[in-house]
């Protein structure tokens, strides 16, 4: 009869420990599940990281609000709706952009950056979509300059550091007469102060600044033409053609043309 029991008791334990080992399996697979939602949700929200340099207004700046504005922002989101993706913006300075896409530390650099022999060296570059040649800008009472031959007679010149304005200048003007600043406001500021005699900047840029400033004009013919496009790392081919797709989606159904007459058609 001991033996029974003792027989019985053991039955039960064997039971016992069956439904918590049951319990835990169901609990395992529960967080299973709850971990594979998680990453389902983690994939839907998945990010399309923008590099850019906000103090270049028309195409990216922080607006009033404090939020990040322009045609490059709006084009960029845009792009990312057409992705399924979330956007976000990495702000930093433009001399900065190439390594952070070399990097991957972002996905992709929008900052009205110039496609160039030198920078596709390194990053391959979306399809073009703005055309702008650097100009030269002065003060509306400046008589002196009025071409870019009157600039190399001892004339000082700002531009934003890294920028094809800056290029361009060090091939115009000796290296003593150029002043490089990490923001664009900052080179209109020297020029409105009298410290810089000129300002070399991409066209729309400088249809901005004149309209938003005033007493501002382009002197002279066009210095270069060049056309602006998206950077990507060249081991992302993937992301790339996305881009280009999205690029030639938003052009064929009048969305581009609709940035173009919101942040332009003032300067026109």
Known sequence: MKKFKWLALCFVLVLALGVLAGCGNNEANNNENNNGNDNGDAEAAETLIMGTNAEFAPFEFINDDNEYDGFDVDMAKMIADELGMELEIDNMAFDGLI?????????????????????????????????????????????????????????SVAVQLGTTGDIEASRIVDDSNIVRLQQINA???????????????????????????????????????????????????????????????IKEDGRFDELIVKWFADEE
């Not at 002065?138 to 004339?155: F, R, Y």
């Open 187 to 249: 080179a209109f500021m020297e020029l409105e102060t009298g410290r810089v005699d000129a300002v070399i900047v991409d066209n729309p840029v400088a249809q901005r600044y004149i309209n938003t400033m005033g007493s501002l004009k382009m002197v002279g013919e066009p210095l270069t033409e060049e056309y602006y496009g998206i950077a990507v790392n060249k081991d992302n081919t993937e992301l790339l053609e996305q881009i280009n797709q999205a690029l030639a989606n």
């Open 99 to 155: 390594s952070a896409v070399l990097s991957e530390r972002v996905d992709m650099a929008v900052a009205a950056m110039t496609i160039t022999e030198e920078r596709q060296e390194e990053v391959n570059f979306s399809d073009p979509y703005i055309n702008a040649g650097q100009v030269i800008v002065v003060l509306e009472d400046n008589d002196e300059i009025q071409s870019v031959e009157d600039l190399q007679e001892d004339k």
